[in-house]
C-alpha cells in the first residue's frame, strides 16, 4: 500500500504519495519564496505561519493526485529534523494528527539523509555503500553511507553553507531570494578567474569546510569597507558576472577536492550528491570530470529533487522495512549534534 509522506522543514511546504515500490503517485511542493523575499531570507515565523495555511490543502492536492483517500495509506511519514523548529512542527503534528484520525503508523524522516535518498530514486541500482555528499541551504556535509539508513559523518562546514553562501553573495548583489539559482545563472557569462577568491581549508586534512572567509572576500570586491548598504553598488554587469563566476569556482573547487578525497580515502565505488546546491550546474559538471579523472561512479539528485520536496521521503519505505516507526509522542529536532 502507498504512503504519504510530508515535508516542512524550511520554507517549502510538500506532500507525496509514494507507492510501496517507490513510484510517486502524488506529489505537491508550494514554495515561499515569494513571501520571504522582501526580508532577503527566511524569516522563521513567517514560515511557520505559511506552512500552516498551506499544509493541508498540500496534502489534500497530492492524495487527490494520486486518486486515494487517507484510509488506503499504510503510513504517514514526516521529516523530524534537522530545520527551522516552527517549520517542522506544522509537518509533525499534521502527521501525527492524521495518523491517529487514520489509524496508521508514523514513519520519521531525517530530512539530509532524504536529500541524499533522492539520489538513489534516480536510478536502477543500489548506489550505496558509498560517499554522500549534502549541499543545501543550511547544511555542508559529507557522509560515509553503508546504506540508507547508516551514515557516518565525516565532516561538514564549521560556518556558512554552500547554499547559505550563495544566497548571501546573490544577496550583496542584489538579485533577489534564494541567490543561488541567480548566482548560478549570471557566473555563466562570467570569468571564473576574473577574482582569486580564497578555496578556504581545500589542503587541510579532513572534511571540514568553511565558506565565510570567501562570503567576506566577495563582499569586499562589491564595496569599499565602510558601505553596509550595498543597494546602490554600482557594478557593471560584466563585473557582477565575474564575481559569480569566480566566487561559485571556489565553491565548487572546495567541494570536488573534498569530496574526491573521501571517495578515495574510503575506496567508495559511488559518490551520491543532494541538497539544493546540487542543481549547480557548475558543480555537476566539475563532478562528472572528477568522476571520470578518477574512475568512481557520479549519482546526482534529479535536479527536481535537489531543494526540498516530499518525494525524497520515500526514505520512510527503508524505515518501514526495518519496522522503526515513531510513537505518537514524536518530537521535533531542530539542529543536529555532530552532523547526523
Ligand atoms: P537544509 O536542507 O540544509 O535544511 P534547505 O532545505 O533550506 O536547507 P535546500 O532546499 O536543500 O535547502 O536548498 C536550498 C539552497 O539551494 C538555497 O541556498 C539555494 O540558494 C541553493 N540553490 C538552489 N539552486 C541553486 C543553484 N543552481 N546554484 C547554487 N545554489 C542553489
Ligand atoms: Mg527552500
Ligand atoms: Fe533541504
Redesign the pocket.
Known amino acids: 500500500m502507498p504512503i504519504l509522506t510530508i515535508e516542512s522543514?524550511?520554507?517549502?511546504t510538500a506532500a507525496a504519495v509514494i507507492s510501496d515500490s517507490g513510484e510517486v503517485l502524488g506529489e505537491c511542493v508550494a514554495t515561499q519564496e515569494a513571501l520571504h523575499e522582501r526580508f532577503g531570507g527566511?524569516v522563521p515565523e513567517v514560515a511557520a505561519r505559511a506552512h500552516v495555511e498551506r499544509i493541508l490543502p498540500v496534502i489534500d492536492t497530492a492524495l487527490t493526485q494520486a486518486g486515494l483517500t487517507g484510509d488506503q495509506l499504510d503510513a504517514v511519514a514526516v521529516a523530524d529534523r534537522?530545520?527551522l523548529a516552527g517549520s517542522l512542527l506544522v509537518g509533525v503534528v499534521a502527521a501525527k494528527t492524521l495518523a491517529v484520525a487514520w489509524h496508521k503508523p508514523l514513519v520519521a524522516v531525517n530530512?539530509?539523509h532524504a536529500?541524499l535518498y533522492a539520489c538513489q530514486l534516480s536510478v536502477d541500482f543500489p548506489v550505496y555503500p558509498c560517499i554522500g555528499l549534502?549541499v543545501?541551504?543550511?547544511?555542508t556535509s559529507l557522509y560515509r553511507c553503508q546504506s540508507p539508513l547508516d551514515l557516518e559523518y565525516l565532516g561538514g562546514t564549521i560556518d556558512d553553507?554552500?547554499?547559505?553562501a550563495?544566497?548571501k553573495v546573490?544577496a550583496m548583489l542584489q538579485l533577489g531570494f534564494?541567490?543561488?539559482?541567480a548566482?548560478?545563472r549570471l557566473a555563466v557569462q562570467g570569468d571564473p578567474k576574473a577574482y582569486d577568491y580564497p578555496r578556504s581549508m581545500i589542503r587541510e586534512p579532513g572534511y571540514r569546510f568553511s565558506f565565510s572567509g570567501l562570503k567576506t572576500a566577495v563582499r569586499y570586491s562589491i564595496a569599499e569597507p565602510g558601505v553596509r548598504d550595498f543597494s546602490d553598488i554600482d557594478l557593471s554587469e560584466q563585473a557582477k558576472a565575474d564575481i559569480c563566476a569566480s566566487f561559485?569556482a571556489a565553491v565548487v573547487d572546495v567541494l570536488v577536492a573534498k569530496s574526491r578525497r573521501a571517495v578515495d580515502q574510503y575506496d567508495a565505488k559511488y559518490l551520491i550528491v543532494g541538497?539544493?546546491?546540487a542543481?549547480?550546474?557548475a558543480?555537476r559538471q566539475a563532478l562528472q570530470v572528477a568522476a571520470d579523472e578518477d574512475g568512481f561512479q557520479l549519482v546526482i539528485a534529479p535536479m527536481k529533487l535537489?531543494?526540498?520536496n516530499a518525494v525524497m521521503g520515500a526514505i520512510a519505505l527503508e524505515k518501514m522495512k526495518r519496522d522503526e516507526y515513531a510513537g505518537l509522542d514524536l518530537d521535533i529536532t531542530s539542529g543536529l549534534q555532530r552532523g547526523f
Open positions: 522543514t524550511c520554507d517549502e527566511v534537522p530545520g530530512h539530509l536529500h549534502v543545501s541551504g543550511g547544511h553553507a554552500a547554499g547559505e550563495f544566497d546573490g534564494p541567490g543561488g539559482p548566482v548560478s561559485q541538497g539544493g546546491v542543481a549547480n550546474p558543480l535537489c531543494t526540498d
